[in-house]
């Protein structure tokens, strides 16, 4: 049934100007808004519309990885750009923030509405 369709993801914010800020500049991607939501135009032509909600909760899991070539040289610039990395009681990560704790190399950090993202190591 829908196997022809062109699905998308999305999710909320508390507030939609932080996130084009945070999206568009920051992160560098490209952001488009049309009705008060945003859509981030991301690679494989796949849009993921982000809407605001008032009583937003952020999610607990990572609604958006971000794979990379050199997780080393994104996290830096990342962090250049004035992102701040997480950490977790349950997952040690070393001073950048990166977890090498087995699998793929990932560093976790949030958007301005406390969503979870990462950049993950494409190896």
Partial sequence: MFGTTKAFSGFSVNDIEAARTFYGDTLGLRVSEEHGMLF??????????????????PA???ILNFP????????????RRGVHFESYDHL????????????????WFTDPSGNV???????
């Fill in 40 to 57: 981030l135009h991301i690679a494989g032509d796949r849009d993921i519309l982000v809407y605001p909600k008032p009583d937003h909760t």
């Fill in 60 to 62: 607990t899991f990572t």
């Fill in 68 to 79: 990379v070539d050199d997780i080393e040289a994104a996290v830096d610039e990342l962090a």
């Fill in 92 to 107: 040690k990560v070393d001073d950048k923030g990166i977890f090498r704790g087995g699998g793929p190399l990932i560093a």
């Fill in 117 to 123: 993202l990462s950049v993950i190591q494409d190896s």
